[in-house]
């Protein structure tokens, strides 16, 4: 039988990192390819507290259907905790979902059109390419510094008024492991407001993972509150619940809502009662204290090993939080997946760059992880990964 399906799914690409975990089920095999938070920092006796208290207090209310907008009391949580970075953010402009990867699901419901252009970082998010490519856009990218954007590339794309969204990481960027810095965020501000045809979405699942350097105000804050946050529970608790966010001006909200009604009605009313909970009898801070003093020190693992191993020509990201590390060997030495190839002989994994770009390029980058590995598991996974590059650039 011959099943007709859309265009739009069959162009959509499977999810490339999905498809490199399946490589990596061997127990024996070093994985630093998913970006998986450490489990051993789950708090999963204080869960376990939070959803006997829900299911003791909330009962019923905490198993029946609920609102698409989410839980009151998480709600206020999230709009309360903006406060500390001197953002204003009201309940009612926080919708919550499935997961931040929801968010640009509904989002691309709601702006993008075929053909529509669309600004990504240089490298981008994977997921948001996925996302996004099921409604046909146009990408246009615009290169990651050092420090944040290309801005001279930025403005030369905003001026033209075509692009309906800009869609960025600035926090801990994944792929990149890069951080905007305070002045790129008040230029980029800038030019967000003069242009204000276009949507900014500030995706930030990492911004609370910092572990070295200053925390930065979200660019939220120099848009005046016409962009578009994204948050997410998966790195600060648990992914299992997947229990995401977004922030918008209240007409986004507004059809976001509706477009979430037609795709699953609400979110979890249960693992929103439970979070709720958690967040009420314990110290999220304090927990996030010991994820990034965690994350610090295998970040810290990570750079020394490269360091001391990688071969002559081959640069790295030293990020300052998040869960990832950005590496580029010297081009025209063949591609990544080469080495992946070379590296799955030697029992260890990364993710290639490629499917980090949109225009086939990339093919001298790979991107590494770090939260979901011991100090020693990562000093003799990466000095087996250097090896490898220096038979690859041979």
Same mark, same amino acid.
């Given at each position: 039988?011959?099943?007709?399906?859309?265009?739009?799914?069959?162009?959509?690409?499977?999810?490339?990192?999905?498809?490199?975990?399946?490589?990596?089920?061997?127990?024996?095999?070093?994985?630093?390819?998913?970006?998986?938070?450490?489990?051993?920092?789950?708090?999963?006796?204080?869960?376990?507290?939070?959803?006997?208290?829900?299911?003791?207090?909330?009962?019923?209310?905490?198993?029946?259907?609920?609102?698409?907008?989410?839980?009151?009391?998480?709600?206020?949580?999230?709009?309360?905790?903006?406060?500390?970075?001197?953002?204003?953010?009201?309940?009612?402009?926080?919708?919550?979902?499935?997961?931040?990867?929801?968010?640009?699901?509904?989002?691309?419901?709601?702006?993008?059109?075929?053909?529509?252009?669309?600004?990504?970082?240089?490298?981008?998010?994977?997921?948001?390419?996925?996302?996004?490519?099921?409604?046909?856009?146009?990408?246009?990218?615009?290169?990651?510094?050092?420090?944040?954007?290309?801005?001279?590339?930025?403005?030369?794309?905003?001026?033209?008024?075509?692009?309906?969204?800009?869609?960025?990481?600035?926090?801990?960027?994944?792929?990149?492991?890069?951080?905007?810095?305070?002045?790129?965020?008040?230029?980029?501000?800038?030019?967000?407001?003069?242009?204000?045809?276009?949507?900014?979405?500030?995706?930030?699942?990492?911004?609370?993972?910092?572990?070295?350097?200053?925390?930065?105000?979200?660019?939220?804050?120099?848009?005046?509150?016409?962009?578009?946050?994204?948050?997410?529970?998966?790195?600060?608790?648990?992914?299992?619940?997947?229990?995401?966010?977004? @922030?918008?001006?209240?007409? !986004?909200? &507004? *059809?976001?809502?509706?477009? /979430?009604?037609?795709?699953?009605?609400?979110?979890?009313?249960?693992?929103?009662?439970?979070?709720?909970?958690?967040?009420?009898?314990?110290?999220?801070?304090?927990?996030?204290?010991?994820?990034?003093?965690?994350?610090?020190?295998?970040?810290?693992?990570?750079?020394?090993?490269?360091?001391?191993?990688?071969?002559?020509?081959?640069?790295?990201?030293?990020?300052?939080?998040?869960?990832?590390?950005?590496?580029?060997?010297?081009?025209?030495?063949?591609?990544?997946?080469?080495?992946?190839?070379?590296?799955?002989?030697?029992?260890?994994?990364?993710?290639?760059?490629?499917?980090?770009?949109?225009?086939?390029?990339?093919?001298?980058?790979?991107?590494?992880?770090?939260?979901?590995?011991?100090?020693? @598991?990562?000093?003799?996974? !990466?000095? &087996? *990964?250097?090896?490898?590059? /220096?038979?690859?650039?041979?």
């Amino acid at each position: 039988m011959s099943f007709r399906f859309t265009k739009r799914i069959q162009n959509t690409p499977k999810s490339f990192i999905r498809e490199i975990l399946k490589v990596t089920q061997d127990p024996s095999i070093t994985s630093f390819a998913g970006g998986l938070p450490n489990p051993n920092l789950f708090p999963i006796e204080a869960l376990q507290d939070a959803a006997r208290e829900t299911l003791a207090t909330a009962g019923a209310r905490a198993l029946q259907y609920s609102t698409t907008e989410g839980y009151v009391e998480l709600r206020a949580w999230i709009a309360s905790r903006y406060s500390r970075h001197g953002v204003t953010v009201d309940p009612d402009q926080v919708l919550i979902t499935t997961g931040s990867q929801q968010c640009l699901d509904l989002l691309g419901k709601l702006f993008i059109e075929k053909d529509d252009e669309v600004i990504l970082e240089r490298p981008s998010y994977l997921g948001t390419i996925q996302a996004f490519t099921m409604f046909e856009p146009r990408f246009v990218t615009v290169d990651l510094e050092e420090d944040g954007p290309n801005l001279d590339q930025v403005e030369s794309l905003l001026a033209t008024g075509r692009p309906k969204l800009f869609y960025a990481v600035p926090n801990f960027q994944n792929p990149s492991g890069l951080t905007y810095s305070r002045a790129k965020r008040e230029e980029l501000g800038k030019l967000l407001h003069k242009y204000p045809e276009t949507v900014f979405i500030e995706d930030d699942p990492y911004g609370e993972l910092r572990f070295t350097g200053e925390h930065h105000k979200p660019l939220f804050a120099y848009t005046g509150g016409r962009s578009i946050m994204l948050g997410s529970f998966s790195k600060i608790t648990v992914p299992g619940f997947r229990l995401g966010w977004m @922030v918008a001006p209240p007409e !986004i909200i &507004r *059809l976001a809502v509706k477009a /979430k009604q037609a795709a699953d009605l609400h979110s979890s009313t249960f693992n929103q009662f439970v979070i709720a909970e958690y967040l009420k009898k314990h110290s999220i801070d304090d927990h996030i204290a010991k994820i990034t003093a965690c994350y610090g020190s295998q970040a810290s693992a990570m750079v020394r090993t490269l360091e001391r191993e990688a071969p002559e020509g081959v640069i790295f990201t030293r990020p300052e939080g998040g869960m990832f590390s950005w590496v580029t060997l010297p081009e025209g030495k063949g591609s990544c997946m080469d080495l992946f190839n070379l590296a799955i002989e030697q029992k260890v994994a990364f993710v290639p760059g490629m499917p980090f770009y949109t225009d086939g390029t990339g093919q001298n980058t790979l991107r590494l992880n770090f939260s979901n590995a011991s100090e020693q @598991v990562i000093d003799d996974g !990466i000095t &087996r *990964l250097c090896r490898c590059m /220096k038979d690859f650039l041979k």
